[in-house]
């Protein structure tokens, strides 16, 4: 069965600074990884989806990376800014699944 | 409509009693997932409907949990004589196309919820 982790589970940092969200998984058969974002009261927003055959993909300031082999992605926040605060999911898909880990919530302090 | 929506947005029922929760996903995709997320914890899958092919059951927690979709469009998860660690918000999502489908298609859309307080 596949096991999502994410760490840390909580991060606070000042406005301007650059982080890396970390996402692990316990079966390296998998179909894509997606990362998401998910506010207060709101639904979720997918940010990035990365096929299984894919290294990493990027949107704006964010970059994510996949390593299949050490079941390991990471999510990268450039410039980061206090609309940036939310709690960041990453979810492993396979045919027929989707696991997620328990989320990094994030805070940007201005 | 443009997004996926889910309705009702709350229910609070007594323990014991059924309940039905809807999810409508954007038009012309055709699956469908539901999830569920307890409070302190993790988003937890429970069902993917992809087509007109059979979903798999397997995430769903007991049998008092079950779904339908109809024509391939709207869904129905129905909990049976609900208990109180069914309380969660149930999350529905939709994608142009499933799982095995080349990247953009099968980005998720998630509706807000449904948030389920069992008495």
């Known amino acids: 069965k596949q096991e999502v982790t994410q760490i840390p589970a909580a991060l606070s940092v000042p406005e301007g600074e650059n982080l890396v969200l970390n996402c692990s998984f316990t079966?390296?058969?998998?179909?894509?990884l997606q990362w998401f974002r998910q506010d207060p009261g709101k639904g979720l927003t997918s940010l990035l989806l990365?096929?299984?055959?894919?290294r990493e993909q990027t949107s704006g300031r964010l970059n994510a990376s996949l390593d299949k082999s050490s079941g390991r992605s990471t999510l990268y926040i450039a410039a980061s800014q206090p609309g940036d605060s939310a709690t960041y999911l990453c979810?492993?898909?396979?045919?027929?699944?989707?696991?997620f880990g328990a989320g990094t919530r994030l805070t940007v302090k201005p | 409509g443009a997004g996926v929506s889910q309705s009702p947005s709350n229910k609070v029922t007594e323990k014991g009693k059924d309940v039905e929760l809807r999810c409508d996903p954007i038009s012309g995709h055709t699956a469908l997932y539901w999830y569920r997320q307890s409070l302190g914890q993790g988003l937890e899958f429970l069902i993917y409907f992809q087509g007109n092919s059979a979903p798999d059951k397997s995430g769903l927690p007991s049998d008092r949990f079950s779904a339908e979709r109809t024509g391939g469009s709207v869904s129905t998860l129905t909990i049976q004589r609900t208990q109180q660690e069914d309380s969660a918000v149930y999350l529905c999502?939709?994608?142009?196309?499933?799982?095995?489908?080349?990247?953009?298609?099968?980005?998720?859309?998630f509706g807000a919820g449904t948030r389920l307080s069992v008495l």
């Open positions: 999502a939709s994608s142009l196309a499933g799982t095995l489908s080349p990247q953009a298609k099968n980005i998720q859309y």
């Open positions: 079966d390296s058969a998998i179909y894509n």
């Open positions: 979810a492993v898909g396979s045919f027929n699944d989707m696991r």
């Open positions: 990365i096929q299984s055959s894919q």
